[in-house]
């Protein structure tokens, strides 16, 4: 969809649709809406008497003002979206209303459409941060995944245009750098949704590498790919052990921005699980629901999508994206339960189930990140059924050893509206890790299933500040939710994006 910014007065715009917005409770509407409803002889206000419309969020309202009866209105036709109420107005608000919104607008069949910059007036919402929600909550909430969808002729088809009308000329800079944020922010989190869609036999291990091959090449930006025998030589055995029993070659990709080259002890290193298929191996998972693991690269996904918008926006950090890929798979050649294998940093594992292999691959990982001297870290993972358990699948688990870390991380999932909460790592569930023939187990037994996890991840960390995001609930859902479509989710891409920009300010 194009956007683009217009300097003008709502009621001058000739589009298919002008989409205006209302409180609950305005009884006479003023600003925008109040405008065009002077247009067309109140009859905004009518509804609103009448008891037709009371503002309610994301209630959509569509009225017909042809030119022939409306003559000083321009645009054909006026959708009016309730916003709620203005004291509980912000930009999560912004971004449901914008994605119902463009929804309904595509179900209409309309192409063209013009829109307000909502909650910025007496909602109270800042201006950059209510064009930016806009934005991210349109293109966002258009998302459809539908490469394979062949045959489907009566779909309806995208919106093509969407035009922001502002007349306040003393806020278009404003309003336009938001908008290329919104859009760069966006567009990461489709591409990470796109990876997480893409079925496991279109996207192996060496078709993620080359994503991020792109992404690098697209910034001008590093990216190695590293195969079996090298990431064997460095003694990456827990990640190989996972990988033994695929017949599609591994990839352990990293990719570097320097966006603080003077001082490379200013870094940060997104970590994102790339299981690019979960079958469980030989610890093998049910088969109800087992295609949903075409989705385990999540973490992944998200961070290599977080890169692309990084490189953009040029914050004055070293961001570094580590994704350890491979498949899980129960060939003649996986590993079996009771295996001990030795990570990188040294440390032996209990593979008591085959199953946990994420911790495994993200082990090495950490362990390649520190001998890099990464000072900070951050891993991002579907890892654990448990999380769904804990929190359900509106809120993802974050674990750390590091309150600053943690603190700007649950910041940032806040301004971006990618919910997360902070459990914590006790010495109770740690103990849940020991293994009786090797340092670590790699399960933790039934209870805290997310934290056992966590624990063991942070051991692999140590002292350096560390957060673990658990998405294996959030990054994929089963029906709409806002801006968030059935299928991949692409969090916690503008999490992480927000993050890099708090780090590197
Ligand atoms: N990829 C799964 C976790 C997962 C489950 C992600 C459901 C998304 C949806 C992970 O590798 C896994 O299998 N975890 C096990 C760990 C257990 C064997 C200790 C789990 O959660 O059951
Ligand atoms: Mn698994
Ligand atoms: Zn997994």
Redesign the pocket.
């Known amino acids: 969809m194009e956007i683009t910014l217009v300097q003008n007065e709502v009621t001058e715009i000739e589009t298919d649709v002008l989409v205006v917005n209302l409180f609950e409770g305005v009884t006479s509407p003023g600003g925008a809406t109040g405008a065009v409803d002077k247009m067309i002889g109140g009859l905004i206000t009518d509804l609103i008497v009448d008891g037709e419309i009371s503002g309610s969020e994301s209630e959509l309202t569509l009225i017909h003002t042809s030119n022939s009866v409306y003559p000083d209105l321009k645009a054909s036709r006026v959708l009016i979206a309730g916003l709620g109420s203005s004291d509980r107005i912000d930009t999560n608000a912004i971004r449901r209303v914008s994605a119902t919104v463009i929804r309904k607008l595509r179900e209409v069949g309309v192409k063209k459409f013009a829109t307000i910059v909502h909650g910025a007036g007496i909602g109270g919402v800042d201006v950059s941060s209510s064009a930016q929600s806009l934005v991210e909550g349109s293109l966002l909430g258009a998302y459809r995944f539908l490469k394979y969808r062949t045959t489907d002729t009566k779909r309806k088809p995208d919106v093509e245009s969407m035009v922001i009308v502002e007349s306040d000329s003393s806020k278009l800079t404003a309003i336009g750098a938001a908008i290329k944020k919104g859009v760069t922010y966006s567009n990461a989190e489709i591409l990470a949704r796109d990876l997480v869609n893409e079925p496991a036999n279109k996207l192996s291990p060496a078709n993620l590498a080359s994503v991020a091959l792109k992404v690098a090449n697209d910034n001008g930006l590093q990216c190695e790919v590293l195969d079996e025998a090298d990431v064997s030589a460095l003694g990456m055995g827990a990640y190989t052990g996972v990988a033994q029993g695929s017949s599609r070659p591994l990839k352990f990709i990293h990719m570097s921005y320097l966006g603080d080259s003077s001082n490379l002890e200013n870094n940060l290193w997104l970590i994102g699980k790339g ?1 690019t298929f ?1 079958s ?1 191996g030989i ?1 093998l ?1 049910p088969g109800l629901g087992m295609g ?2 075409k ?2 690269m999540g973490g992944g996904a998200s961070v290599i999508a977080a890169m692309d918008a990084i490189a953009q926006l040029k914050p004055n950090v070293n961001v570094h994206v580590v994704c350890a890929a491979t498949d ?1 798979m129960p060939g003649g050649t996986a590993q079996r339960p009771g295996d001990v294998v030795t990570a990188m940093n040294g440390m032996t594992i209990e593979v008591d ?1 085959t ?4 911790r495994l691959t993200l082990a090495d990982a950490i362990g390649y990140a520190l001998s890099k001297n990464a000072t900070r870290i951050v891993d991002v993972a ?5 999380a ?1 358990i804990a929190l359900g699948d509106g809120v993802s688990p974050v674990f750390g050893n590091d309150d600053d870390l943690i603190s700007a991380v649950l910041k940032s999932s806040e301004v971006v509206g990618e919910p997360m909460w902070r459990l914590p790592l006790d010495s109770v569930t740690k103990r849940q890790n020991a293994s009786r023939v090797a340092d670590v187990k790699n ?2 037994g039934r209870g805290g ?1 997310s934290t056992t ?1 966590a624990h063991f991840i942070s051991d692999f960390a140590g002292e350096t500040p560390w957060v673990h995001i658990d998405i ?2 959030t ?1 994929m859902l089963d029906s709409v939710r806002g801006w968030f479509p059935v299928g991949a989710t692409g969090v916690p891409t503008r999490s992480l994006v927000d993050l890099a920009l708090r780090l590197g300010k």
């Not at 199953?355 to 994420?358: I, P, R, S, T, V």
């Not at 579907?382 to 448990?386: I, Q, S």
């Open positions: 299981i979960d469980g610890s998972k949903k693991m989705g385990d899980n189930n199953d946990a292999e994420g579907t890892l654990t059924g448990a769904r399960t933790g299933g996890a294996a609930a990054s």
